[in-house]
């Protein structure tokens, strides 16, 4: 595995991750992002009417943005840009009505990774973006388009790598005598926990109850997942069952707090944790942008890190989260919309711009090593100047995931059921997760 994923990743140059921006649960974050209620839809520019929908409204302003950048450099192909942001849910259900009766579709669109098996049952409402895909694959990380993927033909195209850091309060850290550096297994991570949990009455971190991000990266580091390669549900397997035990054993000891709104995209989880509520989040890069908005107090305080590995040598990363941006069969501007598309998030200047405004980590691997991705920003001035340094470290330690028909409706027992029932009721690990598996397989 680890010789598969160094040359998908290692030859690209950096990881196969995180499954998104991103991603979410109720209003999701995929990304990932917190999506927030949405607007009607903005124009940006004139020319020829494109109309885009996303859940994220960070997503929003990027696109209207590059819109105006798209205008200024294509004056013979002027796009007018409407694009609306709606609640995270609403989105993908209008969205899947919309291709489902053949009429009311938008041109271009967000679709969350765990939501995008849906929209390729059957013959898909999509376009095939081979014509811009394939000529890039070379300067892509390839399982960033793999993942919405069907019968070789490519679907989607993700902001983001998606990887897996843990995220430490240095300060809280300090306090307890406990340096982050020296953290390299789960074990380490729990011991580590009780001395800071001793001295400073703070928990070492906080798990979701109703959201993924705590589970599916921890099992995803160990080369397991919710489905197989062929589909098959492994929801219910050793590793997830020894994976969800320990967490719950965290939690039981509290070395570990149960996230305050039950998720990290939660407005209680944000004031609790800028108030200095905990210790460490373990989150995908994206969520950069969740401390730098709604944690401005952090500022200076919190470091990124490796996540640790469950045994010496073993992966400190994952791949988590994403959102693939698809054209719509519905489109009667296919060949313009794909190449705003390709210009967004497949060229230099599209990927170079998502590390600017929404701090993710591009896909186009050359963008790594770029001198704009050092420049001073508002994520370096929080977190420091090390950001791509920890992330290229762990970029050969990514499993790829695998995303199947019965990805959303796992995905969803997890978010709705499974994380809950264990963490919050505390109820048996290995019965929990047998009683979600067995539901999806039926």
């Known amino acids: ?44 520019g004139d020319g020829t009417k494109l109309t885009l929908w996303t859940f994220n409204a960070l997503h929003q302003k990027f696109y209207e943005s590059m ?56 013959t898909p409402g999509l376009v095939p973006l081979n014509p811009i895909v394939e000529p890039e694959l070379n300067n892509i990380v390839k399982a960033r388009v793999d993942i919405y993927s069907k019968a070789g ?29 020296a ?31 705590s589970f599916w990266p921890l099992i995803s580091q160990q080369g397991s997942d919710y489905l197989d390669k062929d589909g098959k549900v492994v929801l219910d397997n050793d590793t997830n069952i020894k994976t969800l ?10 070395v570990v707090a149960l996230a305050p709104g039950g998720g990290h995209h939660k407005e209680e989880y944000y004031g609790f944790m800028n108030n200095g509520g905990a210790a460490s989040v373990f989150m995908p890069m994206w969520y950069m942008g969740r401390f730098t908005d709604y944690m401005p107090d952090l500022k200076g305080k919190i470091i990124i890190r490796p996540m640790p590995a469950w045994k010496d040598g073993g992966f400190r990363s994952a791949g988590m989260g994403g959102t693939g941006t698809a054209v719509t069969v519905q489109s009667k ?11 967004c998030k497949l060229s230099k200047e599209g990927n170079i711009q998502i590390w600017k405004q929404l701090g993710f980590d591009p896909i186009r691997k050359e963008v ?67 009683s979600a598996a067995d539901q999806i397989r039926k």
């Open 67 to 122: 819109a105006q950048t798209w205008n200024e450099g294509h004056p013979n192909e002027k796009i007018q840009l409407e694009a609306a942001n709606f609640p995270y849910d609403d989105m993908h259900n209008k969205l899947l009505v919309a291709l489902q009766s053949g009429t009311g579709a938008p041109d271009l669109t967000d679709i969350e990774i765990s939501k995008f098996a849906n929209y390729l049952k059957g």
């Open 368 to 434: 790594w090593n770029d001198p704009a991705v050092n420049e001073d920003n508002k994520f370096t001035q929080y977190f420091g100047k090390d950001i791509f340094k920890t992330l290229i470290t762990v970029k050969d330690e990514i499993n790829p995931v695998n995303i199947g028909d019965l990805t959303p409706a796992a995905a969803d027992a997890v978010k709705t059921t499974v994380m809950f029932k264990v963490l919050n009721d505390g109820e048996d690990p290995a019965k929990v997760l047998k």
């Open 153 to 181: 033909k490519y679907y989607g195209i993700d902001f983001h790598v998606g990887a897996q850091v843990i995220y430490y309060n240095k300060e809280l850290l300090d306090k307890a005598g406990v340096n982050a550096d």
């Open 1 to 44: 595995m680890r010789k598969m994923v160094s040359m998908t990743l290692s030859s690209a140059m950096l990881f196969t991750l995180l499954l998104a921006g991103c991603s979410n649960s109720s209003p999701s974050d995929p990304g990932a992002d917190t999506a927030k209620p949405g607007d009607s839809g903005t124009k940006t």
């Open 333 to 343: 501007h296919q060949d313009l919309a794909m190449k705003f598309l390709a210009y």
């Open 245 to 254: 035990t320990f967490l719950q054993k965290m939690v039981k000891d509290k």
């Open 183 to 213: 953290i390299k297994t789960w074990d380490d991570y729990y011991q580590a926990g009780k001395k800071v949990v001793a001295a400073t009455g703070k928990p070492m971190g906080t798990v979701e109850t109703t959201d993924q991000w």
